[in-house]
């Protein structure tokens, strides 16, 4: 019985890491763009969650913390990027190459 414990418990470690790299791998992408909050899978989750519960305050931080240069925001269904009206326009009129293909879908708001 012990022994079938010790299994159970090593193979539930073996997958909890396994999802933990991906989820690390998964969320680190911004494309060159500076994130709001702390680095990391549980910096990505904490900041999510900040972000349901007080969004204008992580707004702000971002704003306050990059100033006016482009930046994203993790969220619990994936990154908002938030441009200035120059990078806006810039973005509107690049040719759809571009915009990298391989990065995340986003949101314009």
């Known amino acids: 019985m012990l022994e079938l414990v010790v299994q159970f418990t090593t193979a539930s470690a073996l997958v909890l890491a396994l999802f933990y790299l991906y989820l690390a791998r998964a969320l680190a992408y911004t494309g060159g ?13 904490s900041t999510a969650l900040r972000y349901v519960l007080h969004t204008a305050d992580v707004i702000r931080e971002g704003k306050d913390q ?3 240069r482009p930046f994203a ?30 990065s995340p879908p986003c949101r314009v708001v």
């Open 33 to 45: 763009v500076s994130r709001v909050g702390p680095p990391g899978v549980w910096g990505y989750i």
């Open 66 to 68: 990059f100033g006016g």
């Open 73 to 102: 925001i993790p969220t619990l269904s994936g990154y908002i990027f938030y441009v200035g009206p120059e990078y806006l326009e810039r973005m509107r009129t690049s040719t759809d190459d571009t915009v990298s293909p391989i």
